[in-house]
């Protein structure tokens, strides 16, 4: 069975950082592209970064020169280093593995 399990969400000021981890667990992880999007309030589902098994990364342009996606093969996770963040970067963050399976989300607050 495949989860995927968020942490490291939480309420932080403009310009300050989080980073964000996703534990995965019921497949073959290193073989899988992993993802992150995100739902702010009131909008759709939005792509953030994603990596490859090979470590291919893209991003969203919203959140390029800011924002790191990393993974480590041998603790099944996925990271979301994020920096510099703005209040427009609030929203629920969820872990995807190949847009098929998705955690429950991490919520992300950036205010003053």
């Known amino acids: 069975q495949v989860q995927l399990v968020e942490s490291g969400g939480g309420l932080v000021q403009p310009g300050g950082s989080l980073r964000l981890s996703c534990a995965a667990s019921?497949?073959?992880?290193?073989?899988?592209?992993m993802g992150w999007y995100r739902r702010a309030p009131g909008k759709q589902r939005e792509l953030v970064a994603k990596?490859?098994?090979?470590?291919?990364?893209n991003y969203a342009d919203s959140v390029k020169g800011r924002f790191t996606i990393s993974r480590d093969n041998a603790k099944n996770t996925v990271y979301l280093e994020m920096n510099n963040l703005k209040p427009e970067d609030t929203a629920v963050y969820y872990c995807?593995?190949?847009?098929?399976?998705w955690g429950r989300g991490t919520q992300v607050t950036v205010s003053s």
């Open positions: 990596i490859t098994s090979g470590g291919t990364t």
């Open positions: 995807t593995r190949g847009d098929v399976s």
């Open positions: 019921g497949f073959i992880f290193n073989i899988a592209t």
